[in-house]
């Protein structure tokens, strides 16, 4: 993780979203941190990136986890494959 000031962060916002692809970058204001600069190398990064940060579907996944633990859920092997 990088550290860099807002100031040098608007003087060349192109240089940063491209280094944002391989390493998250700390925007600081005034020597505190102020933001976080996230690039994406794909659009399967910024989908993967949408899905883990939606509240919608980490509620659904919890919801799916909480009935396979209720014993909910059909085992692999019950599934008939024709």
Request: net charge negative; proline share 2%.
């Amino acid at each position: 993780m990088k550290e860099v000031s807002l100031s040098e962060v608007k003087d060349d916002l192109s240089r940063y979203l491209r280094e944002a692809e391989t390493q998250e970058i700390v925007i600081t204001r005034h020597g505190k941190p102020a933001g976080v600069l996230i690039g994406f190398e794909s659009e399967d990064d910024w989908f993967d990136y949408r899905l883990e940060h939606d509240p919608r579907f980490l509620q659904r996944v919890e919801q799916a986890r909480r009935s396979l633990q209720a014993g909910g859920g059909t085992k692999l092997e019950d599934i008939d494959s024709e």
